[in-house]
């Protein structure tokens, strides 16, 4: 019962404080305040540009890699304290299908960086 009663008044709370703010909020909406700011110079060209899929391509790539790496570590230190012929297969099984992901990477070209560009 002290839960709820807690929920409630913590949802009343922060709704209220939500709603004040819009209340007590000061808008001055400007010209200069409402521009894209570029080092204090005018723009030059749209602020919403596009980016290639590249960039997006290579950061999804090392994300995958990187959290894989992360787990061999961990992995690494503790595999011979283990002493289980079934950790090493667990760890083999994870670098074989690294390595699968990465050799499919790789036939499929999405790791041609300089032809991309």
């Given at each position: 019962m002290a839960f709820i009663l807690?929920?409630?008044v913590l949802l009343a709370l922060v709704g209220g404080l939500y709603l004040v703010s819009f209340w007590a909020s000061a808008t001055n909406r400007t010209i200069e305040k409402l521009s894209a700011y570029e080092c204090g110079l005018e723009p030059v060209?749209?602020?919403r540009m596009k980016f290639d899929i590249l960039y997006y391509v290579i950061g999804?790539?090392?994300?995958i890699f990187d959290l894989e790496i992360i787990f061999l570590f961990p992995l690494a230190t503790v595999l011979f304290s283990l002493g289980s012929l079934l950790a090493f297969w667990v760890v083999m099984i994870f670098l074989?299908?690294?390595?699968?992901?990465f050799l499919y990477e790789f036939f499929h070209g999405a790791l041609d960086i300089i032809n991309s560009i």
């Open positions: 807690a929920s409630v060209g749209d602020a999804i790539l090392y994300l074989i299908i690294l390595t699968i992901g």
